[in-house]
Structures are given as C-alpha cells and as structure tokens.
C-alpha cells in the first residue's frame, strides 16, 4: 500500500516537468507530441527486443483487437497530450496545469457511467474544492480564455484516458501496453495532422537547438517513465484517486515556472487559498480511500 502511494506521488513530481518543458520546445503542440510519441515507441521497441534477446520475453504478440485496444487508450492520451501544451502556448504553464486539476471532477462524472456503479456525492464534492481553487487561482481571466478552454478539454481527455488505461491495463504487462498505446497514438496522429494543419498550420517540423535535450528529456523520463509508473499505479489504487492525486501536479509546475518564466506575477493572496483548497481535496481523499480499503 505504502509503495504504491510512493510512486503515485513519484509520478505526480516528474509530471510536474512536462508543462515546463511543452513550453521550452518552440514546437507546435501537434509535433511536439508526434515527436514525443514517435521517439518513445522506438525506444520502448528496442528496448523491448533488448530484454527479448536476453533470454526474458518481453516484446509479447498480441491479436489485433487487442492492439487496437491499446492503441486506442494511446489515442486518448495523445489527444491530451496535444490539448494540453496548446492551453499552454496559448496562455502560460500556470493556466494549463491548474486546468489539469479538472481531472478529478471529470473522473468523478465519467467513472460512473464508463465502469456503471453508483455514483459518488463524496468524491464530487472532493472535486468541487478542486474547482472552486482554481476559480480562486485566476478568476477565469478573460485574457487566458483560449488557453483555459483547451486546458479544460485537456482535463476530460485525460479522465477517459485513466478510466480505460485502468480496465485494459489489467490485461497486459505495463512496458507492452505502453509500447502500443504509443504506437496507437503515433499512427493517429499522423492521420489527423493533415487536417489540424487546415485549421492551426503547425509551422517547422523539426527540433532545433535546444529543442533536442528538452525532448529527450521529456522522453525519457516524463513519458516512458512516467507512464510506466501511471499504469503500474493505476493497477493497484482507483482512477479517482490517482486523477486527484495529480492535483498536486500545478504546485510542482507552477513553482518551476516561477522562476523560469517569472510567473511568479499571478501569485496573491486568492492564488495561495486555490492552491490549499487543492491539496486539502487530494488529502482528504487519500485518506479517505485508505480507511476505505483498510476496512
């Protein structure tokens, strides 16, 4: 139980990375994402044939259907994955990881109706304290309107993301999904690009400069590693859970971009009461699903 928690939390800190670095790369959100996706499978692949050659099967054959299962749950993460760095180029890191903390709300709606049990007053009301401290954070400033909007988008994605991760992770060993779901969200990508690029021209197409050490690390370690701990944790505690517990993901980020963006400027007194309210609801409901399970 300890263990798991650890690396939930583990997770949530490393997550905390990306917003800054979605900001860092100069590209289009539906590129960075594609590069972000293509480098990961290809690394996961070798690494996968590695192991294999080794004398442990790893690289496991699927069925179709069963790949186009993963493949799907990496369309929906790739889908968040793009939403979620245009909210930040369209506004700034604070804006779309505050947004992110919808998650749980949306988790709270869409959970209930995906895996058909009753529905929770308890973790909805968790969930309005998420919501009533990002309302407090930034009054919905009508200059971030664009970029709210899609972090709002973002938040729903990512909540059908946890929910299906979770019912066909439990099928699969977690370095094979993750292999597949990135190859699912690749090859629909590059489907969709061309008519993304009709409506938002998505400009260069290559990294360049500094581009390359932020992408690796974004790679390596906020996607293969932290998807890797998402599904083993999502294994073992409740999407709700994990989806509110990544609440905490906007302290981290917000702290970071503080001193590298000088976003420091958004910080006041609401600002600090929305960031409580936060992580008065990722606590209560930790403890709450702790009691729970040890009764």
Not at 79 to 86: D, G, I, K, R, T
Request: charged content about 15%; aromatic content about 14%; overall charge positive.
């Amino acid at each position: 139980m300890k263990k798991d928690y650890f690396l939930l939390h583990l997770s949530v800190f490393i997550a905390g990375f990306t917003g800054v670095l979605g900001r860092l790369i100069t590209l289009d959100s539906a590129i960075l994402v594609w590069w972000r996706m293509a480098a990961a499978a290809v690394i996961m692949w070798i690494y996968l044939r590695i192991v294999e050659t080794h004398g442990r099967a790893s690289l496991q054959r699927f069925k179709f259907r069963e790949m186009l299962q993963m493949g799907g749950v990496g369309m929906l993460l790739c889908l968040h994955w793009v939403f979620f760095y245009a909210s930040i180029k369209a506004s700034n890191v604070s804006i779309g990881v505050v947004c992110f903390s919808l998650v749980g709300f949306f988790t709270a709606l869409f959970e209930p109706i995906i895996n058909k049990h009753r529905f929770s007053g308890r973790e909805f009301l968790f969930s309005l304290l998420t919501i009533l401290g990002i309302y407090l954070i930034f009054h919905f400033d009508s200059r971030y309107r664009l970029g709210i909007a899609l972090g709002v988008v973002s938040s729903a994605l990512y909540a059908l993301f946890a929910i299906a991760n979770q019912r066909v992770g439990k099928h699969y060993e977690a370095k094979n999904m993750l292999l597949w779901e990135m190859v699912g969200g690749l090859i629909g990508l590059t489907c969709l690009i061309p008519l993304y690029n009709q409506f938002i021209p998505v400009g260069r197409l290559y990294p360049i400069g500094m581009d390359y050490p932020y992408l690796a690390f974004m790679v390596v370690v906020c996607t293969i590693g932290l998807c890797l701990l998402q599904i083993i944790v999502l294994q073992k505690i409740p999407a709700f859970t994990v989806n509110l517990t990544y609440n905490l993901e906007p302290v981290y980020s917000i702290i970071l971009s503080m001193f590298i963006f000088s976003e420091y400027k958004e910080l006041n007194f609401s600002f600090c009461i929305g960031i409580v309210l936060i992580i008065i609801s990722v606590v209560l409901q930790t403890l709450s699903e702790i009691k729970k399970r040890k009764v």
